[in-house]
């Protein structure tokens, strides 16, 4: 399985959740999915499927205009009655809202609570967006009321990443063990080579998750310290590490080979102790567990934080904010400037504390 394979068959994947999705959706989405498939990934447009589910139920559950429809009954002519303050009144839903347990598969019945934040509430809204831009462009409704309904500002939060020290402590709790339950290192001796390469790939490349769990044995070069993955929309890109992740990569490798993969994981890169290519969730935990060691007060360590964490550093190192852009795979250079507009103050003013000026104070001794 090679990792355009891979990431074929998460698209697969999704594609088959997308289609069980559309049998509780307006039929006229399906039309909507099929306008998008080709600009839009398989995983984008499931994060739509999963919002409008969600927004149709909205409708016939809480709204009286459509209290006797159900989602995947309504025609077309229906999305007319939709209103401005139906969206409005779904935004303000999705602060707190109720889910059925027994929709996610639990055998047990009670409501779980989900609360959205800027910026799960703005997605959703841009989701609807999307859907009444179709209808609107195809003549299938006279308005698009969607543009009338303003989307939550978005609060600038400071980068979340690991200084020096706590990266540091974190390889450290892998090559020791210190910090960890006795169940935790009783399995360290069989994973800790591969954990290692994986938070060291992690810190030396700003890999993503998504990337990182594509790899294949094939699409690694030591050679040139180099290794192919396969980015956002499907495009393949080469990235390249330092000899130090060289050396993690190549101890974790050397013990790979003394593992038989299960049928279908036999080329991807990092396994599970269940000999399969690891999953995101895997990685997710893997992470938490050691961040959790080294820097307890960061509650929300995660693959991307650090990847924000090489992001910062390389950029501290060089300043050079189009080399963080390109290094992160950032389509477009304002989404890095922005993660990053805090640290280009931060030297702005240093920049202004190391000027020396004339003194101005009027008391002072002019005859010095």
Do not use: W
Not at 49 to 62: G, I, M
Not at 206 to 233: C, H, P, Q, T, W
Not at 318 to 328: K, Q, R, S
Request: charged share 25%; with cysteine.
């Amino acid at each position: 399985m090679t990792a355009k394979n891979y990431h074929m068959e998460q698209s697969v994947k999704n594609t088959q959740r997308i289609k069980a999705l559309l049998r509780e959706l307006p039929p006229v989405c399906s039309d909507y999915f099929r306008s998008i498939s080709q600009t839009t990934s398989s995983l984008t447009r499931l994060a739509y499927a999963y919002d409008l589910r969600l927004f149709f139920q909205y409708l016939c559950d809480e709204r009286i205009t459509f209290a006797n429809s159900k989602p995947e009954l309504m025609a077309v002519e229906e999305f007319g009655s939709i209103t401005a303050r139906d969206i409005e009144g779904f935004q303000e839903y999705l602060l707190q809202y109720a889910r059925s347990n027994h929709a996610i598969g639990s055998e047990d019945n009670s409501p779980t609570f989900v609360q959205n934040k800027e910026a799960g509430i703005m997605r959703k809204l841009c989701s609807i967006r999307s859907l009444f831009e179709y209808l609107f462009k195809n003549e299938m409704i006279s308005a698009n009321i969607s543009t009338l309904v303003s989307l939550p500002k978005r609060k600038e939060k400071p980068i979340l990443f690991l200084e020096q020290r706590e990266a540091q402590e974190m390889i450290d709790a892998v090559l020791t063990g210190e910090g960890l339950s006795g169940k935790q290192q009783s399995y360290l001796h069989t994973t800790r080579k591969r954990d290692l390469a994986i938070l060291m790939l992690f810190l030396g490349t700003g890999v993503r998750v998504s990337e990182l769990v594509g790899i294949d044995l094939s699409d690694v070069d030591f050679a040139n310290n180099a290794f192919m993955v396969v980015r956002k929309g499907g495009n393949q890109t080469i990235l390249y590490y330092s000899n130090q992740v060289k050396i993690a990569l190549l101890e974790y490798l050397s013990e790979r080979e003394k593992t038989t993969p299960l049928t279908g994981h036999e080329n991807a890169f990092f396994l599970s102790l269940q000999k399969r290519r690891m999953t995101v969730r895997a990685v997710e935990n893997m992470v938490k567990k050691y961040a959790s060691i080294a820097a307890p007060l960061k509650k929300k360590i995660s693959p991307h934080k650090l990847r924000s964490t090489f992001g910062t550093n390389l950029y501290q190192e060089t300043g050079d904010i189009y080399l963080v852009a390109d290094a992160l795979g950032h389509a477009d250079v304002n989404t890095t400037r922005r993660h990053y507009a805090a640290m280009t103050d931060s030297r702005k003013r240093e920049a202004a504390k190391r000027i020396i000026l004339p003194d101005a104070t009027q008391n002072r001794n002019l005859n010095e």
